[in-house]
């Protein structure tokens, strides 16, 4: 089976982990303190606190922002779950706006119809990899006073006008999960130039406390281990040689698949680095896109749909739904497929993935 997705995992992080468990120093310590440090470095910001996971990230960097009940959040429609829920998390109200189609981010038309007084925050999501229109956003956004997030789960080392995305808003939320460009097996962390921002953060993540027994607020423990540092440090010193595979790959699929008039391929914008965290097609006629993927997976290739539903229609959001809000967003979720795409992949493996695909629209 030729996988959508799959962690490169090498002798670096065997050698990492070994030497953690060894030290008998597993729970959050140098090691976690040396992975904020380098991350911190590499996306050009003041501060990274490494927490439990992707979401909590979100959650920590809305809290830290001082974001609850009676605020307004705007979040893409098209987007993990992830992005919205933690915004009701926090006592706030998400409010959705649609998508572009060339980056896949949130749409700058859409935002300036659903900010409002009650905006507190808008989160920008870079998808799939690509950069949104971040200054077009941000510029909405902070003309009506509010904060801007970067979720930045899939988008470890993509550039926006050269700069690293998770530098360019207030605070800003990373995944590092099992399938993203960097992994800790589970992982997050939250990043800002914000001092005051970092220390709500540290709060939050290590049960209030200032100095041991000392708890001057409410948190919770979102540390993580020592044991995961080591794996995503490992992670970090070949990121970039990671999504340079990524991005070969793409452009030979891009190459080959462009080709095809009933696909439409990733674009990558004259002012962005794309990191293909997935590479997703459009199936230009939606009763194609399901028969695609069954093809691929008789032919032992995974496919998948990232994502087979906007948030708007989501049952656990329905309380915060516009029927029609986000057209763009619900099209976009009957028209996408991702194929595989991971460093790991062979040269032999793109090429049966892109020959399955052309055999598919052979036939019809």
Same mark, same amino acid.
């Given at each position: 089976? %030729? ?11 065997? *050698? ?26 590499? %996306? ?8 439990? =996971?992707? +979401? ?6 809305? *809290? ?33 706006? &649609? ?49 801007? %997030? #970067? ?29 993203? =460009? ?11 130039? =914000? ?21 001057? +607020?409410?948190?919770? =423990?979102?540390? %993580? !281990? ?27 699929? &891009? ?24 590479? +997703? ?8 896109? &399901? ?54 992949? !062979? &040269?032999?493996?793109? #090429? ?5 695909? *052309?055999?598919?629209?052979? *036939?019809?």
């Amino acid at each position: 089976m %030729i996988k959508i997705s799959s962690p490169s995992i090498g002798d670096e992080e065997v *050698k990492a982990v070994t030497e953690v468990l060894r030290s008998g120093y597993l729970a959050y310590g140098p090691v976690a303190k040396e992975f904020e440090r380098e991350f911190a470095k590499y %996306i050009g910001v003041k501060h990274a606190l490494a927490v439990v =996971n992707g +979401t909590i990230a979100i959650y920590a960097a809305l *809290k830290a922002l001082g974001i609850g009940p009676g605020d307004e959040v705007v979040v893409p429609d098209f987007t993990f779950f992830a992005t919205a829920s933690m915004v009701v998390a926090t006592g706030a109200r998400p409010v959705f706006a &649609d998508i572009e189609l060339t980056t896949y981010g949130m749409d700058p038309s859409s935002l300036e119809k659903v900010i409002s007084e009650r905006t507190k925050a808008v989160i920008v999501v870079h998808l799939y990899g690509h950069p949104a229109r971040f200054d077009e956003l941000a510029g909405i956004a902070r003309e009506a006073g509010a904060y801007v %997030i #970067e979720d930045c789960a899939q988008a470890h080392g993509a550039e926006y006008h050269g700069k690293k995305v998770g530098s360019l808003g207030d605070v800003s939320a990373f995944s590092f999960y099992a399938t993203k =460009n960097m992994t800790m097996g589970e992982g997050g962390a939250v990043l800002t130039d =914000n001092d005051e921002v970092a220390e709500r953060v540290e709060l939050l993540r290590n049960h209030g406390q200032v100095g041991r027994y000392n708890h001057v +607020t409410i948190g919770w =423990n979102f540390r %993580i !281990t020592n044991i995961q540092a080591a794996i995503g440090l490992a992670q970090l010193r070949k990121l970039d040689r990671m999504n340079d595979r990524r991005r070969e790959i793409a452009r030979r699929y &891009d190459e080959e698949l462009s080709l095809i008039d009933a696909l439409r391929t990733p674009s990558e914008a004259p002012w962005a680095r794309h990191v293909y965290h997935l590479y +997703t097609v459009w199936v230009e006629r939606e009763e194609d896109r &399901d028969k695609l993927a069954e093809y691929l997976r008789s032919k032992g290739i995974q496919a998948a749909v990232h994502y087979p539903k906007p948030l708007h229609l989501q049952q656990a959001l329905a309380e915060y739904s516009r029927p029609g809000c986000c057209p763009v967003a619900e099209a976009a979720s009957r028209h996408v497929l991702s194929l595989p795409m991971h460093p790991l992949l !062979t &040269d032999e493996e793109v #090429e049966a993935v892109i020959r399955a695909v *052309k055999e598919f629209f052979s *036939k019809k």
